[in-house]
């Protein structure tokens, strides 16, 4: 791959994707530079998506925060969030 290209790429990460669970198809997928936190990015997805209530909604620890669980609560989802080494929840969207 080209150096052009190689940079390009790099610039995209990080790749968030929005996979069906009965299927395994993409369902949505947003790309944002790399200074944007994982975090950030859950409740936009699920929001692009039109999910039937008590779906699971699963995401490594990067998106792991009080304000992600509130919301999807608020939208009748389960949250499947992967917690952080300590087992807490930082109090903000990427925050500690």
Not at 9 to 29: D, F, M, S, Y
Not at 35 to 55: A, F, K, Q, R, W
């Amino acid at each position: 791959m080209n150096k052009l290209v190689n940079n390009f790429l790099n610039t995209l990460r990080p790749l968030h994707i929005e996979v069906g669970k009965a299927h395994g198809l993409v369902q949505a997928i947003e790309v944002t530079p790399a200074n944007v936190l994982d975090g950030h990015m859950l409740i936009p997805l699920v929001e692009s998506l039109e999910l039937p209530e008590e779906t699971e909604v699963l995401a490594d620890k990067g998106y792991c925060s009080q304000e992600n669980e509130d919301a999807l609560h608020e939208k009748n989802l389960v949250a499947k969030i992967m917690r952080k080494k300590k087992g807490s929840l930082p109090n903000r969207v990427g925050g500690s």
